[in-house]
């Protein structure tokens, strides 16, 4: 892993700077961490179009992100979704609404003009709970690197937690848990 020279990178680790206040979570903000499906992993009772969908969306969330497109980015959340990031031994930062959209917008372009391009690599997708409206997800995967189109590393692995909610037909992240389990902004 390679060290970045802009501070504004590392901010989306920065705890006191982006807290903010938001509705109070029924989640509790930590790394996913005990496999605790509500139904048996291999039940039959679920929409396949449904699971198609949201695995459509945790990729298009990948796909936005790393190509700079904030606005498709911020169209897979409902407008009141709540984003909680955070790294190792440190506490969580939780963001909603119009901060949200801003640290995060500021984030990408940054990256977009850093000689930084980013890959979110999701591999690992398990379905927890399921209902016609709601689903609870893990997700699991690398981050990698490419600095100046030259040389490559992965930073760290990704440890993601979602809750989704079907929104007129289309479903759309209301939640939003970002624990990867290395820093990746950290100097090596």
């Known amino acids: 892993m390679r060290a970045t020279n802009s501070s504004a ?4 680790l920065a705890v006191p700077l982006m807290c903010i206040a938001v ?3 029924a989640q509790t903000p930590a790394p996913f961490s005990d ?3 509500a139904v048996p992993a291999g039940q039959t009772k679920f929409s396949v179009a449904d699971r198609a969908a949201i695995a459509n969306v945790i990729q298009a969330y990948a796909l936005a992100y790393d190509s700079y497109s904030a606005d498709a980015w911020f169209d ?3 407008p009141d979704a709540v984003f909680v990031v955070g790294a190792p031994g440190g506490v969580p930062v939780v963001q909603s609404g119009d901060a949200f959209r801003k640290f995060w917008r500021d984030r990408l372009t940054t990256f977009k003009t850093s000689g930084n391009q980013r890959r979110h690599v999701m591999s690992n997708i398990t379905f927890l709970d399921q209902t016609n409206t709601t689903a609870h997800v893990s997700i699991v995967g690398l981050l990698t690197n490419v600095k100046d189109a030259k040389t490559f ?3 760290t692995s990704l440890n993601y ?7 007129g037909g289309v479903w759309k992240i209301k939640t939003w848990h970002d624990f990867p389990e290395s820093n990746p902004e950290a100097p090596k």
Do not use: G, I
Request: aromatic share 18%; no cysteine; proline share 9%.
């Open 23 to 25: 509705p109070a979570l």
């Open 161 to 167: 937690e979602a809750w989704f909610e079907k929104v």
């Open 76 to 78: 897979l959340f409902t």
């Open 9 to 12: 990178l590392r901010l989306a």
């Open 153 to 155: 590393s992965v930073l």
């Open 35 to 37: 496999y605790a499906p």
